[in-house]
């Protein structure tokens, strides 16, 4: 048994190095799931034009971009702390699918962004979509 599991291991770790020079191909179905960089790249992938298993796949990316952005601004500016939130989401917001779909409309219809960063772009929407209620700007005397 023990053998067994020594001739398996080493056997990965001589296969390992051949399967990690192998070249991608190129322009597969899932290139645009795997190297989102832009706005136009996030949004091909929140509003996917490919079927099977690659569409899966791309919505699956934009919600998880979507959701771990909006966990981590919501890390950033945690309800009743001191500082101004980029964007307040309505209670109850839209859906995570929802949101990938208004963001991809938004990223078409605002193509002066699309070569931008992902995450700008993704700011840029929410900020457009859920503006925060102006601040009261009078002094606050009690402190």
Do not use: K
């Not at 291991?9 to 296969?15: F, P, Q, R, S, V």
């Amino acid at each position: 048994m023990l053998r067994t599991i020594i001739i398996a291991a080493g056997a990965t770790l001589i296969a390992a190095p051949a399967m990690a020079q192998r070249a991608p191909a190129a322009n597969s179905a899932l290139d645009h799931v795997t190297h989102v960089r832009s706005v136009a790249d996030l949004a091909a992938v929140c509003d996917p034009r490919v079927g099977g298993v690659a569409r899966l796949e791309s919505i699956a990316y934009c919600q998880g971009f979507l959701t771990s952005a909006g966990q981590y601004h919501a890390l950033l500016y945690p309800t009743g702390r001191r500082g101004r939130p980029s964007f307040c989401m309505p209670s109850p917001g839209p859906s995570v699918a929802e949101g990938g779909l208004a963001f991809a409309r938004w990223a078409h219809d605002n193509p002066a962004h699309a070569e931008e960063p992902a995450l700008d772009g993704l700011l840029r929407w929410q900020q457009a979509s859920f503006p925060c209620a102006p601040q009261d700007r009078r002094p606050n005397r009690g402190r």
